[in-house]
């Protein structure tokens, strides 16, 4: 595995998607809810990087044959 975590935290997405930090957070702990009812463990404040890229893309990295 890389030196990048699997989680991403809420002040590298609100850089990433161009948010304030607040946003972010509010962003994560709608899809840990989502997350949550899934049956998934979630940890507050942060969030899976695959499952940001299904949720933004609508697609799996893995599924199209590539490596994350």
Do not use: W
């Not at 609100?14 to 946003?23: F, T």
């Not at 899809?31 to 049956?39: A, D, F």
């Not at 404040?45 to 199209?64: D, H, I, N, V």
């Amino acid at each position: 595995m890389d030196n990048q975590s699997i989680y991403i935290t809420a002040s590298e997405l609100a850089q990433v998607m161009g948010v304030s930090n607040g946003h972010a957070y509010k962003l994560i702990r709608e899809m840990n809810t989502e997350l949550k009812k899934q049956g998934y463990l979630t940890i507050a404040g942060k969030l899976p990087r695959a499952y940001l890229k299904k949720c933004l893309y609508g697609f799996s990295t893995a599924a199209e044959g590539g490596a994350e």
